[in-house]
């Protein structure tokens, strides 16, 4: 599956940025999706996944009840709703996939194998 990722931007502390994430296979109601974000000199960290249905959701303690993760599986589209941003979310925010994943697994980065090309965020204090 092909994922790209978009609505990535600017916003001042304090703002809201929604990124979508659409993808090319028409099984994608099949597979676990997770967000994640890399900033500069830093790992990449787990931000949120979504189950196949969309009812379970899990979220790094650093985004919950900030950031909210959904899917429209009509659409093939997965979102992360940021509110509230703060200067520290600042980085390439990255989605992915995978087919096999457990839920005990979603915020490890090397259970998925399919990934976005990234979109930055970058929030201004």
């Known amino acids: 599956v092909q994922l790209q990722a978009s609505g990535g931007g600017l916003v001042q502390a304090g703002g809201s940025l929604r990124l979508s994430c659409a993808a090319s296979r028409r099984t994608f109601s099949s597979y676990v999706l997770g967000w994640f974000r890399q900033a500069p000199g830093k790992e990449r960290e787990f931000v949120a996944a979504?189950?196949?249905?969309?009812?379970?959701?899990y979220y790094a303690d650093s985004v919950k009840g900030r950031f909210t993760i959904s899917r429209d599986n009509a659409r093939n589209t997965v979102y992360l709703q940021m509110n509230s941003l703060k200067p520290e979310d600042t980085a390439v925010y990255y989605c992915a996939a995978d087919l096999l994943i457990s839920s005990v697994l979603v915020m490890k980065d090397k259970e998925y194998d399919y990934w976005g090309q990234g979109t930055q965020v970058t929030v201004s204090s």
């Open positions: 979504i189950s196949r249905n969309g009812s379970s959701t």
